[in-house]
């Protein structure tokens, strides 16, 4: 629905106090409270122990302090925006030319080339080397290629003024054709130019060919160059035959194994699509960069290795092809027979595997074919919005991230965004609800911020449809009920599976917090990081700081767009109606409220829930996530006023958002998680590395080449290259499989192993998600027991300590341990298999009877004995009560034991808590205060012992001193029963 334009035509000055007085505030405001929220133990009302719980981290305590500290800096920008209003609006303090953001016709990608007048901007230019400057400050370190390439956008700016974006196109494309001579070069001589040589001759030729232009043929200088872009623009698509690399080096040199003739015929007909959309634009006399050029760059920068090599990373890449093996091959449900724990994502890519013949060597064939298939979509759509100079801007900047959870956030924020969908109200209504719905089966998180994120706008356009009448008048039309129907009808035959995976997504998030990732505190500080810094307190104190607050940057800036929005139309004397309207008429302002609100809900667990530091950099999955937001919103800012000289403030914001995004990642490589092998160089998907990837696949010592003899024993395997020990682990469990199926043809596995490509391998269904293991807390534990039967054996991937209650079910079923296979069996196969054992005896043996280390667990639940009541009961029957649920709340004395052991104890002390036999458990001392956990120990639950002893442990020589009852040492002592 088309909107009126209302909105005072006033331009007000973004201040940038408020935003850095912001930053300072929360800085300080982190350093006062860091010692009281980062310090201590993490709350714990289950017993999910991982390693936030035996590590000691206070990791709700960075929880509650992020969003704190988030909440406090919204309000800062809130109310310092509104006092800086009132404050300038006595002296009028009005800056032509800086930033307006008044509702604007909207301007179509056509009408986005800049003017031809010269009009240099300085700021701007400055604005070009801020992400050079960061990455100094940040990393002590800066890429001579990107300084290069931010010098010369600076060079344009100040010398081309409005022109700038055209001349920066222009070295692009000549850039991007030596590079593909750089890559024939190679091909043929097996040699190659750097590519940071390669854009400095691209930058120098066309600097001294513009000059000589601008000086002898100026009056011809605007034709000869649109031709000049035209030819530079025409090679392009070639490009793309680097996705038809088929070498790879071995040991003994290079051999060629070929592609899957539909992969090479899909790579083929997606250039020769490139090459007519080029001819086309050429046939309509189009001026600027041809999509298709923007296309070919973006994903010869995004390039993955399509290789037959087997996947090394058999847990990310894994479950990307189990889903849809379980879908076809066993006919199971989804949150039913199994449970995909993070969506339907995995179907596209399973079903293009299963086009290319459907082995685990073809899969990456398939992720490549989806990956330039969604990166197409993303540069279309940006196209949509932007002019192709731009567009062409961020295809180089930027390159598609293999993390595939996220590809959906950017098309889908772009295409609701777009002013064809949002001038409709009912196809925007729709439209929006069937993005959020295919979003929310892709990725329940994401699905569910992007649902959440639009909202505000749309129920704005549905009041706004009903109050208008437009309702009535759409009800009177066939084509308005199609349209429901078309929209209603896939979400109500999904509502079961919906509720289903709503369940399970509620059921994990349960446990996430303690049993994923780790807490900031406990993440090794990367060497990159400040590496001039040499304290290390202060050292660690920055590092927490700027992983902590830098996610909550972007969220403050946009809040201060949208702010200074609001408060530009209000000083108008504007309603608050009109100023409502004139928010939801701007689609900058749109994606801002929608990104204010997607980043948060995104955070919960991509920022806040940190992985290990080699899954990212600064801002951990997170990074990704803001990378597609930082893009969605510049386009928006540079769009709409690019047929003007482009305002200071408009080009700071954005150069800020690009430069924040690029910043998340110390190098480019954490685009690539999870990476597929075959990388030929150390930062495969680099910026300036892109020759690199033309070499043969790189392949090591590690690797075998796989034989007809293991294609015949594991046909899903597929012909090429697979790890040494890979290969091993297959013919093992094969062995050992079929060895137990002998005894039941209607053996299933759980827990087979922590890689859920081994499932597919071995052409084996997977009960449950294929990771049992990831099941601790009560609630999860519970959905995994669900799908175990009488014919379920159990992999020993599981361990008492982190999956307490699948362990406690399979004491309780007696479920027995076979040492040959390494499985739990149930006791029918287990009288089958070793006949005369008892299973009680047989777990002796187990990885059950094991050391259990408890690192600071026990004083971590020591400490929530309170939270964890609704699971723990006093022991009133001890010691007549099963051993299989009980735990020991003990406070130790610290002067009994100084004087015992005749040693000072500190926080790191190791204890030995034993029970009479060489069995034993060891625990850090932290304070004494403990819940130790006695029923995780595999001969604890079978002897049932009734003292419990303790005595000095020494980590160096693996010796304990005398032991003493703890009864002796304890202030406080009291048994416990886990409830079932």
Not at 269 to 286: C, E
Not at 593 to 610: D, E, K, Q, R
Not at 778 to 786: F, N, V
Not at 889 to 908: E, I, N, P, R
Request: neutral net charge; charged residues 15%; glycine residues 6%.
């Amino acid at each position: 629905m088309q909107k009126k334009d209302t909105t005072p035509n006033r331009n007000h000055f973004i201040s940038p106090i408020v935003f850095c007085a912001t930053c300072l505030v929360i800085t300080a405001c982190f350093f006062v409270l860091r010692g009281h929220f980062l310090n201590g133990y993490s709350k714990v009302s289950d017993f999910v122990i991982d390693t936030i719980v035996l590590q000691g981290s206070g990791k709700t305590g960075e929880w509650t302090l992020f969003w704190l500290l988030l909440l406090l800096g919204s309000l800062c920008i809130v109310f310092g925006c509104v006092l800086f209003y009132k404050i300038s609006s006595p002296f009028n303090r009005t800056i032509q030319n800086v930033s307006t953001f008044s509702v604007q016709p909207v301007l179509g990608p056509e009408q986005m080339h800049p003017q031809t007048e010269h009009s240099s901007n300085p700021v701007f230019a400055l604005a070009c080397l801020l992400p050079a400057v960061l990455q100094l400050l940040l990393y002590a370190d800066v890429s001579y290629a990107l300084l290069l390439y931010c010098l010369t956008c600076a060079f344009c700016t100040v010398c081309f003024g409005e022109k700038a974006l055209s001349h920066i196109a222009c070295i692009l494309c000549l850039y991007f054709d030596g590079l593909l001579l750089n890559l024939c070069l190679m091909h043929f001589t097996g040699r190659t130019v750097p590519d940071n040589i390669i854009l400095l001759l691209a930058a120098a030729c066309y600097m001294a060919f513009a000059a000589y232009l601008t000086m002898h043929q100026k009056d011809k200088a605007d034709t000869v160059s649109e031709w000049l872009m035209r030819a530079l623009q025409l090679p392009l698509p070639l490009l793309l035959l680097l996705y038809t690399k088929d070498t790879y080096q071995t040991a003994t040199g290079v051999v060629t194994l070929g592609q899957p003739v539909l992969y090479r015929l899909m790579i083929y007909g997606f250039i020769a699509v490139l090459f007519g959309m080029f001819f086309l634009f050429i046939i309509q006399k189009k001026q600027g960069i041809c999509i298709s050029g923007a296309i070919s760059i973006f994903l010869f920068g995004s390039y993955q290795p399509a290789s037959y090599i087997v996947s090394s990373d058999m847990h990310h890449h894994g479950e990307q092809l189990l889903p849809f093996f379980e879908l076809t091959k066993y006919h199971a449900m989804p949150y039913i027979d199994f449970s995909p724990v993070s969506g339907l994502y995995p179907l596209p890519i399973g079903f293009t595997n299963s086009l290319l013949g459907g082995t685990a060597s073809t899969y990456s064939f398939a992720f490549v074919l989806n990956m330039l298939l969604w990166a197409t979509i993303v540069i279309i759509c940006i196209r949509m919005h932007a002019s192709g100079e731009l567009t062409l801007l961020f295809a180089f900047l930027f390159h598609m991230p293999a993390y595939c959870r996220t590809w959906m956030i950017l098309p889908v924020m772009l295409v609701l965004l777009h002013p064809k969908v949002r001038q409709n109200t009912r196809h925007f209504l729709c439209c929006y609800v069937l993005c959020a719905f295919v979003s929310g089966l892709y990725y329940p998180l994401f699905g569910f911020a992007l649902l959440a994120g639009f909202l505000p706008y749309a129920l704005f356009q549905s009041v706004q449809y009903v109050r208008e009448g437009s309702l009535t008048v759409d009800g009177k039309k066939p084509s308005f009920y199609i349209q429901i129907a078309v929209t209603a009808l896939p979400i109500l035959v999904c509502i079961p599976m919906l509720l289903r995976m709503a369940k399970h997504v509620m059921t994990y998030s349960s446990q996430t917090l303690l049993g994923d990732g780790l807490s900031v505190r406990d993440v090794s500080i990367p060497s990159w990081f400040l590496p001039y810094v040499a304290d290390g307190s202060v050292k660690q104190a920055l590092y927490e700081c700027i992983r902590l607050i830098g996610p909550m940057l972007p969220i403050w800036l946009l809040l201060l767009m949208i702010v200074t929005f609001v408060m530009t139309t209000k000083s108008g004397q504007a309603s608050i109606k009109h100023t409502i309207c004139a928010l939801c008429d701007s689609p900058l302002m749109t994606g801002c409220v929608c990104a204010v609100i997607a980043l948060p809900v995104c955070y919960t667990y991509t920022m806040v829930i940190m992985d290990e530091d080699w899954v990212s950099r600064l801002f951990s999955r997170s990074g990704h996530v803001y990378l597609w937001v930082a893009i969605v919103i510049s386009v928006l800012l540079l769009h709409g006023e690019a047929g003007k000289r482009l305002p200071k403030a408009k080009v700071l914001l954005a150069t800020i958002l690009i430069s924040t995004a690029l910043l998340a990642f110390a190098d480019t490589d954490s685009y690539a998680f999870p990476s597929l092998d075959g990388r030929t160089n150390e930062d495969m998907t680099s910026t300036f590395t892109h020759t690199q990837n033309g070499r043969p696949f790189a392949l090591n010592d590690t690797y075998a080449a796989i034989s007809e003899a293991d294609m015949t024993a594991f046909p899903k395997l597929g012909p090429g290259f697979i790890r040494k020990e890979t290969l091993t682990t297959l013919y093992d469990y094969k062995q050992k499989i079929q060895t137990l199926r002998t005894y039941d043809e209607n053996l299933t596995i759980m827990g087979l192993s922590p890689y859920q490509m081994v499932y597919y391998l071995l052409d084996e269904t997977c009960p449950y998600s294929g990771k049992p293991s990831l099941c601790k807390s009560s609630k999860a534990a519970a959905a995994a027991i669900s799908q175990i039967d009488s014919h379920t054996a159990i992999g020993s991937d599981l361990h008492p300590l982190g999956n307490y209650y699948i362990y406690k079910y399979l004491l309780d079923n007696h479920y027995g341990y076979d040492a040959a296979s390494g499985f739990f069996l149930p006791p029918a196969l287990f009288a089958k298999v070793c006949p005369g054992q008892q299973p009680e005896a047989s777990l002796m043996t187990s990885p059950w009877a094991e050391l259990v280390y408890l690192g600071k667990g026990a004083a971590t639940l020591g400490h929530n004995v309170d939270m964890l009541s609704a699971h723990l009961l006093p022991d009133a029957n001890f010691p007549e009560s099963p051993a299989s649920e009980r735990m020991l709340y003990v406070k130790l004395d610290t002067a009994a034991l100084s004087d015992a052991f005749a040693a000072q104890l500190s926080s790191d002390s190791i204890l030995k808590i034993s029970w009479g036999t060489d069995r034993y458990m060891l625990a850090d001392y932290a304070d004494g205060e403990w819940l130790i956990p006695l029923c995780t120990s595999g001969e604890y639950t079978q002897i049932n012992a009734c003292n419990i002893y303790i005595s000095l442990y020494d980590a160096n020589t693996q010796t304990s001193g005398q032991p003493v009852l703890i009864d002796s040492v304890a202030s406080r002592m009291q048994y416990y029963r886990v409830v079932p």
